[in-house]
T-cell receptor, first 115, second 103 residues
């Protein structure tokens, strides 16, 4: 079956621009997670949705970052006024129920480069 | 805040060697996950552990809940095992261990 997909796979933008990154989770998965991974580092938690609502957004670094999941399926991570430090691979994952022991299924990531 | 620490950060081995990667966490948890990340970013889950030991092929994972420590072992390592191995405790990931197995 289809796994988690993310689009675009690569995004190059200029400092100050607005970007949107999309995640299509596995059908039926209620939990969706966004992570950011810099080179040589482990993924860093950004935000977690349970259904349509953000259950935990404590990882968002500042108010330039925002994410939505209006119908409880597809999610969009939005970054305003991008900065060079935002360059990273943005990973999305989904899990069936969002429990502590749930396996998270990861998408291939979107590599964001801010020039 | 739960801190997750892995060691070593980098590991180079010869084909056939026994590999051990360690993970320590600071907050009591009910489950810990081991992941494998290949070049290009794809992450796959290897194990979810809540106690004891699990084995899958040449991979073995153990956890000691009281000591807040887990290990991932690879027996008879092979060049195709070369990847980054990451432990995860809920929403917190370790830094990863870059494993390179040389033929």
């Amino acid at each position: 079956g289809a796994g988690v997909s993310q689009t675009p796979s690569n995004k190059v933008t200029e400092k100050g621009k607005y970007v949107e990154l999309r995640c299509d989770p596995i059908s039926g998965h209620t939990a969706l997670y966004w992570y950011r991974q810099s080179l040589g580092q482990g993924p860093e938690f950004l935000i977690y949705f349970q259904g349509t609502g953000a259950a935990d957004d404590s990882g968002l670094p500042n108010d330039r970052f925002f994410a939505v999941r209006p119908e409880g399926s597809v999610s969009t991570l939005k970054i305003q006024r991008t900065e060079r430090g935002d360059s990273a691979v943005y990973l999305c994952a989904s899990s069936l129920m969002g429990g502590v022991g749930d396996e998270q299924f990861f998408g291939p990531g979107t590599r964001l480069t801010v020039l | 805040k739960n801190e997750v620490e892995q060691s070593p950060q980098n590991l180079t081995a010869q084909e056939g060697e026994f590999i051990t990667i360690n993970c320590s966490y600071s907050v009591g948890i009910s489950a810990l996950h081991w992941l494998q990340q290949h070049p290009g970013g794809g992450i796959v889950s290897l194990f979810m552990l809540s106690s004891g030991k699990k084995k899958h092929g040449r991979l073995i994972a153990t956890i000691n809940i009281q000591e807040k420590h887990s290990s991932l072992h690879i027996t008879a390592s092979h060049p195709r095992d070369s990847a980054v191995y990451i432990c995860r405790s809920r929403l917190t990931f370790g830094e990863g261990t870059q494993l390179t197995v040389n033929p």
